[in-house]
Nanobody
């Protein structure tokens, strides 16, 4: 069992920045992959970014590439999502998830956090 707790969401103006954190506890393993997903009202949950815990390989959705950066702090068992140049269309609830293999598919992730709201005003 893995527990994930997200933090760092909030309200920001377009062009601003936020950094989300995802603190993991429980039976995490070095071969896990962490993903960030988001879900806007009346839309499906969509992939944002993912990182392999071992080695740190990263993957991004085209919509956030060049603006968002996913990273990890091994000592703190925490994954971050640095979001720059935010746009109103980035408004969503952002979720952290853990999987045994890296994937862009939400259904393949085993554990999820409760989500944190990000609102970008125009």
């Amino acid at each position: 069992q893995v527990q994930l707790v997200e933090s760092g969401g909030g309200l920001v103006q377009a062009g601003g920045s936020l950094r989300l954190s995802c603190a993991a506890s429980g039976h995490t393993k070095s071969n896990y992959a962490f993903g960030w997903f988001r879900q806007a009202p009346r839309k499906e949950r969509e992939f944002v970014a993912a990182i392999r815990w071992s080695g740190g390989s990263t993957f991004y959705a085209d919509s956030v590439k060049g603006r968002f950066t996913i990273s990890r702090d091994i000592a703190k068992n925490t994954v971050f999502l640095q979001m720059n140049s935010l746009k109103p269309e980035d408004t969503a609830v952002y979720y952290c998830a853990v999987n045994q293999i890296i994937s862009r598919v939400a259904a393949q992730y085993d554990y999820w956090g409760q989500g944190t709201q990000v609102t970008v005003s125009s």
